[in-house]
């Protein structure tokens, strides 16, 4: 198995509503956060790797206090962006263009309007705004066809919301740290049917990081490092008209993922999932190969994604109920998996012997204009 | 910039979707055609996406369907607010693409798979669809 780089530092700020700290602030808390973790002072950075935000890279490499650096990327995948980058540090450390790799963000929407809106709209929005479209109507149209095509019910979304939840309860920092029922998650209100108030995730301020590192800066560290053994990613669109909304980016992702680790899902002893909503969860399940397509309903049903389940998920209680920041989630997703690969996850929800984990991000909108990244990640020792 | 002060005339409203816009007002669905691909291109475009060929013709279609997926909108955002609870759904049309649209009512009595046919412009001038008659 080839190991492309390792995590040195993952850092999960814990703020979930802002109550006037700057984005200044919080950049400069999480990345020393990221750093402290890791063992690494700012000057060791060469390699940025983020999105859009407010004033441009330039002015994040400002309030960083990055000033060697040799590789930057901000390639906007919306939350699915910083699994992507998993995969871009990761090959720009292979290819030499840098050694020491920063992936952060941070926003504040509960505060205020995201800098990263596409406040532009391109020809798609135009029609969607027309119709009265918006987030989660998108995310309610391809629950509602993968009911009609498949049987699945509103029951089996409500159990991805409950076990996040549970997960949820060992973590004092989550934005909903309590248990939710299924009962709980079906009555409450419609948003765009088939899902409801409770099928969404959090929306929190706040932010994350990582430190992704050569093998060589690795060995240097006294850090357990996980490695990246693999990242794929695509893009889904309305394709001229031709819709096939349950088949999602993670059908092409996934497959192509575990063919670069040389792994298959059953290998996978922990999954960090985009959960926007509870639809998104169910989709890449079924194309990341955990269940055949259409079959999500039923993989989920006995509680297979609870952290005693066959297929333990989002054990920090996921965006669905702790964390979401600036309404992008993969960077939280991939921070969990981090902890279950170290051992350093809640003991409440610890996986046992957790040797390889998954992470799967999905950004932007799943039936209009959609982004999927698959990583997986191996346990320090590896090789 | 808020996204629906783009809505009327901004970089997304593009002039080769003026055809659609137009007969749509006249209670007509007209798309762009490649004679090559046979295939209306979706969204309208000047170059058809699968060969990259100008558009030279346009095609009227039937204005009926099937609905593809729907759902009932309880919480409408900005100018949409107000309408709410509204249908927005996706209809495979007859002879063309799968498009996103509304339907008339607030749900009741609609289901995937129903034939619907074009019925004329939604609260905010989306395409608007109704069952069709038994
Ligand atoms: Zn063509």
Known sequence: MQVLAR????YEHPMRKNSGTSLQTLYQEIVAGALADAGLRPADIDGLFTSATAGGIPSLAETLGLT???????????????????GHAARAIQAGQCSVALVIMAGMPRLAPSVRNFSVPGPPQVFE???????????ALVAARHMHEFGTTRRDLAEIKAAASYHASFNPNALLPREVSIEEVLESRPIAEPLHMLDCCVTTDGGGALVIVSDEVARDLGRDCPGIVAEAETIRHWNNGNLDLPDVGAFNTGPRAFAQAGLTPADIDYAGLYDSFTITVLTALEGLGFAERGKGGVFVRDGALRADGRLPFNTDGGGLCNNHPDRRGGMIRTIEAVRQLRGEAHPSVQVADCEFAIVHGSGHQLGTRASAVTAILARSDVR | MTTEQWTVSGPGDVPEAAAFWA?????????????????????????????LQPVAGSQELAGTGEIYSLTVVHRGEGAWKEHAPYVLAYVALDGGPTMIA?????????????RVRLAGVGPLGGALFAPLAE
Not at chain 1, 68 to 86: C, K, N, W
Not at chain 2, 102 to 114: E, F, Y
């Open chain 1, 68 to 86: 060697g650096l040799t590789h930057i990327d901000g390639t906007d995948l919306g939350g699915a962006t910083y699994v992507g980058a998993l």
């Open chain 1, 7 to 10: 995590i040195a530092g993952a």
């Open chain 2, 102 to 114: 509304n339907l008339a009512g607030d749900g009741t009595g609609l289901a995937i798979g129903q």
């Open chain 2, 23 to 51: 007969g749509l007002a006249e209670g007509r669905i007209v798309l762009p055609w490649c004679e090559g691909c046979r295939q209306t291109v979706w969204l309208p475009k000047a170059y058809c996406p699968t060969c």
């Open chain 1, 129 to 139: 705004d027309r119709h009265g479209s918006n987030m989660i109507a998108q995310y």
